[in-house]
T-cell receptor, first 113, second 108 residues
Framework: DAGVIQSPRHEVTEMGQEVTLRCKPISGHDYLFWYRQTMMRGLELLIYFNNNVPIDDSGMPEDRFSAKMPNASFSTLKIQPSEPRDSAVYFC???????????FGSGTRLTVV | QKEVEQNSGPLSVPEGAIASLNCTYSDRVSQSFFWYRQYSGKSPELIMSIYSNGDKEDGRFTAQLNKASQYVSLLIRDSQPSDSATYLCAVNVDKLIFGTGTRLQVFP
């Protein structure tokens, strides 16, 4: 298995633009998670899905953030409009079950200027 | 109080020594615990999981869990310079909550 695949690896965008991050989980993993990592706040869970259904989005910072999982092999995290404080590394992770550890993708480093 | 707390370090140990990394958590209902290693600029990598009180050994790594004290630790024996990384403790409370990590430096 190729692991969790994220794209793009790096994204530089101007404030106010829409940003879409993409994730393909490991086949057979029923859980998908979106995390954000910054020096100040560490790894923060934004939202997670079980069988394509959003279960907990309490970590989504505000309405500018949205996430979808249209099928078992694809998820997106969208920021519209983007702001400089959204600059961070965004990780997608997947897991076969709720009590298992998660496998992380390589992350997307987002810079909003 | 933070849900998962770790000393940020850096923890500096000489090559060949034992590195001891500690983590405390606040939620008593937590049932599964994990240690991740993260090299600079890379993604977190799962290295240990532990579900019951006591010790669990895997190669040079030993995870220790004490649910009564809400404490989990990671011991790295025969530390190598390649072990230099940030170690993240994670606790499952319906979802994984991560500590901010302890930076380990192993010097030759």
């Amino acid at each position: 298995d190729a692991g969790v695949i994220q794209s793009p690896r790096h994204e530089v965008t101007e404030m106010g633009q829409e940003v879409t991050l993409r994730c393909k989980p490991i086949s057979g993993h029923d859980y998908l998670f979106w995390y954000r990592q910054t020096m100040m706040r560490g790894l923060e869970l934004l939202i997670y899905f079980n069988n394509n259904v959003p279960i907990d989005d309490s970590g989504m910072p505000e309405d500018r953030f949205s996430a979808k999982m249209p099928n078992a092999s694809f998820s997106t995290l969208k920021i519209q409009p983007s702001e400089p404080r959204d600059s961070a590394v965004y990780f997608c992770a997947s897991s076969p079950g709720q009590t298992y550890g998660y496998t992380f993708g390589s992350g997307t480093r987002l810079t909003v200027v | 109080q933070k849900e998962v707390e770790q000393n940020s370090g850096p923890l500096s140990v000489p090559e060949g020594a034992i590195a001891s990394l500690n983590c405390t958590y606040s939620d008593r209902v937590s049932q599964s615990f994990f240690w991740y290693r993260q090299y600079s600029g890379k993604s977190p990598e799962l290295i240990m999981s532990i579900y019951s009180n006591g010790d669990k050994e895997d190669g040079r790594f030993t995870a220790q869990l004490n649910k009564a004290s809400q404490y989990v630790s990671l011991l790295i024996r025969d530390s190598q310079p390649s072990d230099s990384a940030t170690y993240l403790c994670a606790v499952n409370v319906d979802k994984l909550i991560f500590g901010t990590g302890t930076r380990l430096q192993v010097f030759p």
